[in-house]
């Protein structure tokens, strides 16, 4: 029973991010600022967090239920300081808000491959 649990919080974690994941070069152009040509980069420093995450997923195997709340907590603040820091609207004026963004970015693959269950 605990497996099935773990891997349904499993899908419904990937589902979130793979959507997040869709819209990254909007949000990253339309919201953040950048400019298109940079979006490649972006796409390269969240294909970094993606393997940092599934580097991280092993330690699954070895405690899964505090790794699975660990991982769950950490990508449900990434989402969040995502959220507001994103765009410029939350950030003083003359602060660029690329930083916080690009910063954020490889958090979501990186808490979202360790809830993966192998």
Not at 6 to 35: E, K, R
Not at 89 to 118: D, E, F, H, N, Y
């Amino acid at each position: 029973m605990t497996f099935l649990i773990v891997a349904a919080l499993g899908v419904l974690a990937f589902g979130g991010v793979f959507a997040a994941i869709t819209y990254i070069a909007p949000m990253m152009t339309g919201v953040s600022g950048f400019a298109e040509s940079s979006v490649t980069w972006l796409l390269v420093v969240l294909g970094l967090g993606m393997v940092a995450g599934n580097l991280g997923g092993r330690y699954a195997d070895r405690r899964l239920m505090p790794m699975l709340y660990t991982a769950l907590g950490g990508l449900a603040l990434v989402l969040l300081l995502f959220t507001f820091l994103a765009s410029g609207k939350s950030r003083p004026p003359g602060v660029r808000s690329q930083i916080p963004a690009a910063t954020l970015l490889p958090g979501l693959p990186v808490t979202a491959m360790r809830t993966t269950v192998g």
